[in-house]
């Protein structure tokens, strides 16, 4: 925290000058302000933090000066230049993380399984993970949901080494939305009725059950 002799003083210098807020106020940036006001024309105690910086202050004149004169006119239009083919580059570089991911999803091919043996394979590589435990009568909207992880993870082998090839690019977040859509598109081309399929899986699981139940010789007392 400053003294108030540092306030003070900082008030007193501030009188009839700008600082870099003041500047920026007035249209300036980081970088223009580096460029054309290397030095400042005069400093003064941090107001805010005895350990802090010196304030750098500007004369009004001279900074009214500066961005009327031709030098700052061509700097602000290569300036924008850069920025706009900065802009273009990043463009860019998305379009080709998009173009990546459909040529990396074409060649995706989901395989047929039968209903049982993959929710019996999503069960036991949701439970190999340590995630918690399940079985085929567990709530159908949760299986549905392992049995769609396990096909996206495990049975198409692109998703998760375009998931990695991702990290280091442009555009990572909107791709890693439009890979798993277009995934999960294959998916539920492949598998169009799993939650039904689920549902009448575990039907029949039940009444085979009950039948065997059934079977069991009674015990006499």
């Known amino acids: 925290m400053s003294s108030w002799d540092d306030i003070r003083e900082y008030t007193a210098a501030k009188v009839g000058y700008l600082n870099q807020t003041d500047l920026k106020g007035l249209g300036w940036t980081a970088a223009s302000i580096k460029t054309f006001f290397p030095d400042p024309d005069k400093t003064a105690p941090n107001p805010y ?44 570089k998305r379009r080709q993380t998009m173009d990546m991911i459909s040529t990396a999803v074409k060649g995706v091919v989901v395989p047929a399984w039968p209903i049982r ?28 949901r392992i049995t769609k992880n396990y096909v996206r993870h495990v049975l198409t082998t692109a998703y998760d080494g375009v998931c990695i090839d991702l990290f280091a690019r442009i555009g990572r977040e909107e791709g890693y939305h439009l890979l798993r859509a277009m995934v999960d598109s294959k998916v539920d081309d492949a598998y169009p009725d799993l939650l039904d399929d689920i549902t009448t899986m575990q039907a029949q699981t039940l009444d085979r059950r009950s039948e065997n139940a059934l079977k069991q010789p009674t015990r006499m007392p």
């Open 49 to 92: 933090s005895s350990h802090a910086d010196l304030v750098r202050l500007y004369e009004p004149q001279r900074a009214a000066h500066i961005q009327e004169s031709p030098a700052y006119a061509a700097w602000l239009d290569s300036h924008a230049k850069r920025r706009t083919g900065a802009r273009a580059a990043v463009a860019t």
């Open 117 to 144: 043996d993959l929710v019996e394979a999503a069960i036991n590589h949701w439970e190999e993970r340590g995630a918690g435990s399940a079985d085929i009568t567990s709530d159908s909207l949760f299986l549905e």
